[in-house]
């Protein structure tokens, strides 16, 4: 019912900045909550932030707060994560991700998902 494709990934170096984007289909996408994950080699994929419709509710872990903002453009059915001040830990695939109902920030409770992109920071 609703796809997701990520783009703006890339190589940066530590304390630089990206913008990714994902961008939806779908006709119920303006009421869907919307969160950004990643995911690092060998490890469990977590949430990096979340946003609920009307823009008005957002989540960060502790580990980007600060430094990434998430916004979404409803007329142009498009998510984005400003990221600022990156740092090597910060490397991995990031997922775009919609939830039909309710507020989570468990990935696992998500109905769609993207095909990621990566981002790799140097130090």
């Known amino acids: 019912q609703v796809q997701l494709v990520e783009s703006g990934g890339g190589l940066v170096q530590a304390g630089g900045s990206l913008r990714l984007s994902c961008a939806a289909s779908?006709?119920?996408?303006?009421?869907?909550?919307m969160g950004w994950f990643r995911q690092a080699p060998g490890k469990e994929r977590d949430v990096v932030s979340a946003i609920n419709w009307s823009s008005r509710s957002t989540y960060y872990a502790d580990s980007v707060k600060g430094r990434f903002t998430i916004s979404r453009d409803n007329a142009k059915n498009t998510v984005y994560l400003q990221m600022n001040s990156l740092k090597p830990e910060d490397t991995a695939v990031y997922y775009c991700?919609?939830?039909?109902?309710?507020?989570?920030?468990?990935?696992?409770?998500?109905?769609?998902w993207g095909q990621g992109t990566q981002v790799t920071v140097s130090s």
């Open positions: 779908g006709r119920t996408f303006t009421s869907y909550l």
């Open positions: 991700a919609a939830k039909r109902k309710g507020y989570t920030i468990n990935w696992g409770e998500y109905d769609y």
